[in-house]
């Protein structure tokens, strides 16, 4: 008989990104999976062999009444699907699909962690509001996941489960598509985007939100493209429909509006790949991550890497020896650290080696998978 799990996220881009792998794997273990969030479009079903879908609104700002319709909506659902295992991502998700979970009396219910909603740059009396949050949700919750090291060790620390309740999973990413990329694949990315080959580019991937850095990424360059015309920025990425914080798009207009043929904004490119073989260097100054999987991916492409010291960053990179690491809201911190590798070749080949058998060695997805299935299996094994 097969296991049912349900594999709940708050809108669909998290489920192409972190969560479609998974779930393949999961019905390659015979498991009978169904995946709960917000589809892009409601006429058009997410399709995936062996996967079944369902459509339920998330909202990432959360009001009192959201909370109590998307509660009820996700109770109604467990409790006519039955589910054995229900494992839960993002903030949007987790609030009320634990309480309907347990509401429903699933067997199993996990929470990953993708990066606490918390982080040492929040205001303290906010940051400890979200922790408690997460102390009580922690309650409804039967084991807990993490994709970063810090976030397990925090867990654990703070009493949200017994020890043996909270594991370390990780993120990775596919070797098979993330390499150190040839002259002639460089020369043709170059080409299908646009970029001169006599431009340095500093680029980045993520949201075009103003957590992600994007701020500050700008105000650095503005600083060094001013005195330097062989720079260029490439920011891949776009705000999503869901995201109620501010976008960037008018900031990133008034650049592209100073530096003309130097700044490239091609949006969501869907072989993500492919971007990283027109960077000669990778910037990620967020304010918090998880395990940020773009950095990982920059270091499996052989590209040298500057970020903020917060969590998951300064889990990946250890500074000055694969990487260097930057004050978190610092223009000037992330300038410097900017400056240091465009101006030194010798140091950029050396961190993007030492970067390269880092995650080739811990941060290879197939690994993670495997892990992730492994503990899924073992954890569920004494309900059946």
Request: with cysteine; glycine share 4%.
């Amino acid at each position: 008989m097969k296991r049912k799990i349900c594999q709940l996220c708050g809108v669909q881009f998290t489920y192409e990104k972190f969560l479609k792998n998974l779930c393949s794997e999961l019905v390659s273990h015979n498991y009978e999976v169904t995946s709960i969030f917000k589809w892009d479009e409601i006429e058009i079903m997410p399709e995936q062999k062996g996967v079944k879908f369902k459509n339920i609104f998330f909202e990432r700002k959360i009001s009192f009444f959201s909370l109590i319709k998307t509660t009820y909506q996700l109770f109604k659902y467990f409790q006519k699907e039955k589910f054995d295992i229900i494992e839960i991502h993002t903030p949007s998700a987790s609030i009320p699909g634990r309480i309907a979970a347990k509401l429903a009396r699933i067997k199993v219910v996990i929470y990953k962690v993708h990066g606490y909603y918390f982080h040492e740059n929040m205001n303290f009396f906010n940051k400890m509001f979200h922790i408690y949050i997460e102390f009580f949700l922690a309650k409804l919750t039967d084991y807990i996941f993490t994709v970063s090291k810090e976030d397990e060790i925090f867990s654990k620390v703070f009493g949200f489960k017994k020890t043996e309740k909270i594991f370390y999973i990780g993120n990775g990413v596919n070797k098979n598509f993330f390499y150190p990329a040839s002259k002639l694949d460089i020369t043709n990315a170059k080409a299908d985007f646009g970029v001169s080959d006599d431009l340095f580019i500093i680029g980045i991937v993520c949201r075009l939100v103003d957590e992600k850095g994007l701020l500050e990424l700008f105000k650095a360059f503005d600083i060094i493209a001013r005195n330097n015309k062989s720079i260029g920025l490439f920011v891949c990425g776009n705000k999503l429909k869901s995201d109620y914080k501010k976008g960037l798009e008018k900031e990133l207009e008034i650049l592209k509006d100073k530096y003309e043929n130097r700044i490239f904004t091609p949006g969501h490119v869907k072989d993500v790949y492919r971007v990283y073989r027109v960077m000669d260097l990778f910037c990620l100054p967020s304010y918090r991550e998880g395990l940020p999987y773009t950095l990982l991916e920059a270091m499996m492409s052989g590209i040298p890497v500057v970020a903020s010291n917060i969590r998951g960053n300064r889990e990946i990179i250890t500074h000055n020896k694969n990487g260097l690491l930057c004050k978190p809201k610092s223009v000037y911190s992330l300038k410097n650290a900017l400056e240091e590798l465009i101006e030194n070749k010798n140091k950029r080949d050396e961190f993007s080696k030492e970067a390269l058998n880092n995650v080739l060695e811990n941060y290879d997805s197939a690994k993670v998978l495997d892990r992730e299935i492994k503990l899924i299996d073992k954890l569920s094994l004494k309900f059946f």
